[in-house]
């Protein structure tokens, strides 16, 4: 059963930063591409931040680029995301995605994400 687990949402101050963790199960992340998406209440969602290859190949939002950083540790079939200087517009829930490599030219952008699937992790910013 593939299975994606986020963790280390909450709450924190404006300028903070927090690190996300997306532990996968059922399947290896060395085939896979995974994002961050997050959603914001009356907004649609985005892509935040994407690992697209095994050559460690980024694609940042423009909201979050110089501020947000995309890893991965195979080892532990984890990927991380580094959030620091915080804002209060980077409220929302969080979620990370696998897609299979290779990708499409869209998923290159961030977008379409459709084999895997967190459950979300809030993350609040306050001013």
């Known amino acids: 059963q593939v299975q994606l687990v986020e963790s280390g949402g909450g709450l924190v101050q404006s300028g903070e930063s927090l690190r996300l963790s997306c532990t996968a199960s059922?399947?290896?992340?060395?085939?896979?591409?995974v994002g961050w998406f997050r959603q914001a209440p009356g907004k649609e969602r985005e892509g935040v931040a994407c690992?697209?290859?095994?050559?460690?190949?980024?694609y940042y939002g423009d909201s979050v680029r110089g501020r947000f950083t995309i890893s991965r540790d195979l080892d532990r079939n984890t990927v991380y995301l580094q959030m620091n200087s915080l804002k209060p517009e980077d409220t929302a829930v969080y979620y990370c995605?696998?897609?299979?490599?290779?990708?499409?030219?869209?998923?290159?952008?961030?977008?379409?994400?459709?084999?895997?699937w967190g459950q979300g992790i809030q993350v609040t910013v306050s001013s």
């Open positions: 690992l697209m290859s095994r050559d460690g190949q980024t």
């Open positions: 059922g399947l290896t992340l060395h085939y896979f591409a």
């Open positions: 995605a696998a897609e299979r490599l290779p990708l499409t030219a869209a998923q290159k952008l961030c977008e379409f994400y459709d084999d895997a």
